[in-house]
Every structure is written in structure tokens, then in C-alpha cells.
């Protein structure tokens, strides 16, 4: 089973990224699938998953209104445009699939490598 992150890149403040998650080997039909991050020396935190139906998506509040999860489940394929990035942002990108619909990192089964995005102001 892979996870395979991409997209990430130097952007300036207020600019946008897409994210992209693509997963090989199983199908994650039944599995949700998020994005988490983790900023340098802090801890990685929840910002945005997607339910294995694709109808269900919830969002940290500091990405709200600015960053949008879509994707196809069935298909291991998750995307995530961010819009109106801010330097806060800054951060390595994970991707994870889990078989229940958490925000707590510990409960996802399988991890991409990460995509690191830096945002300058």
C-alpha cells in the first residue's frame, strides 16, 4: 500500500497550491482520507479529510473558507486546493487514509511521504 503526495512548492502570501494524494495497492472505497501537517517544531495536526463516499468533509478552522478537499475515494485519488495562503501555512503536507472519519493522526492506518510547502510573506 502507497500514498503518494505532490503539489507542494514556494508560494507567496495570498497565492494558491493543489495538493495531490494518490493511493496504489488496496481500495480505500471504505476509507477516509485527509490531510494533516506538521509545522517546523510542532506537532502534526489535522486540516482537512474527506469521507469514503466523497459527500462528507470537515475542516480545521484555521483552513476554513480557504482550503478545499475533493477527491474519489474508490479511485485513491485526493486533492486539495488551498487558496489565499498565508505563512502560517508553512508546513510538510501528509496524506492519510483511515477507516473511520478522524481528526486524530494516531488513527490512520496508512501515510503518504509528505509534500512541503513554504509560504513567504
Known amino acids: 500500500v502507497q500514498l503518494q503526495a505532490s503539489g507542494g512548492g514556494l508560494v507567496q502570501a495570498g497565492g494558491s497550491l493543489r495538493l495531490s494524494c494518490i493511493a496504489s495497492?488496496?481500495?480505500?472505497?471504505?476509507?477516509?482520507m485527509a490531510w494533516f501537517r506538521q509545522a517546523p517544531g510542532k506537532e502534526r495536526e489535522f486540516v482537512a479529510a474527506?469521507?469514503?463516499?466523497?459527500?462528507?468533509?470537515h475542516y480545521a478552522d484555521s483552513v476554513k473558507g480557504r482550503f478545499a478537499i475533493s477527491g474519489d475515494n474508490a479511485k485513491g485519488t485526493m486533492y486539495r486546493q488551498m487558496n489565499s495562503l498565508k505563512p502560517k501555512d508553512t508546513a510538510v503536507y501528509y496524506c492519510?487514509?483511515?477507516?473511520?472519519?478522524?481528526?486524530?493522526?494516531?488513527?490512520?492506518?496508512?501515510w503518504g511521504q509528505g509534500t512541503l510547502v513554504t509560504v513567504s510573506s
Open positions: 474527506i469521507g469514503g463516499s466523497g459527500g462528507s468533509t
Open positions: 495497492g488496496r481500495s480505500f472505497s471504505s476509507y477516509s
Open positions: 492519510g487514509a483511515d477507516r473511520g472519519f478522524s481528526v486524530v493522526d494516531h488513527d490512520y492506518d496508512y
